[in-house]
């Protein structure tokens, strides 16, 4: 699962490759979990990579259909970026990309099934990273 641990090749990304990265998990990959999110492009227009990301992350956050385990999981996922010690845009990233993985397994499933989809969430991610990475010139 190692080199599953998104965190340790963010830093080498491009903030345009981490801004890709985080529109995938936000709009794409957070289907997986129920989310339907559409975000406010009037207030994305014109922004810079690091603004643009906490504009479309701020609004990612305020979508909650069950707002207890949203709040459970973010502070799960916040727990686990802080220890990751990364800074600046790695970081945010770092924190939504574990967010949207784990909000996928669904309330009621057992601890085997709920690892094997994290499992397969963090896969996912891992293989998009690696997708994007390359296409911006990175090799992970």
């Known amino acids: 699962m190692s080199n599953l641990e998104l965190y340790q090749y ?7 490759a981490l801004q890709e990265f985080t529109e995938w998990c936000v709009l794409e990959q957070s289907k997986a979990a129920g989310l339907e999110f559409k975000p406010d492009q009037t207030k994305l227009k ?5 603004d ?7 609004q990612f956050m305020k979508v909650k259909p069950d707002p207890i385990r949203a709040g459970l999981v973010a502070v799960i996922a916040g727990q686990q970026s802080d220890k990751h010690n990364l800074s600046g845009l790695a970081a ?3 924190f939504v990309s574990l967010y949207v993985k784990y909000l996928i397994p669904k309330d009621g499933t057992d601890p085997t099934e709920a690892e094997t ?3 397969k969430a963090a896969q996912h991610q891992y293989d998009q990273l690696t997708e994007i990475a390359k296409k911006h010139g990175v090799t992970l």
């Open 92 to 94: 945010i990233v770092d």
């Open 117 to 119: 989809i994290l499992t």
């Open 10 to 16: 963010l830093p080498k990304l491009t903030d345009a």
């Open 52 to 58: 643009y990301l906490k504009q479309l992350i701020d």
């Open 46 to 50: 014109n922004l810079e990579s690091a």
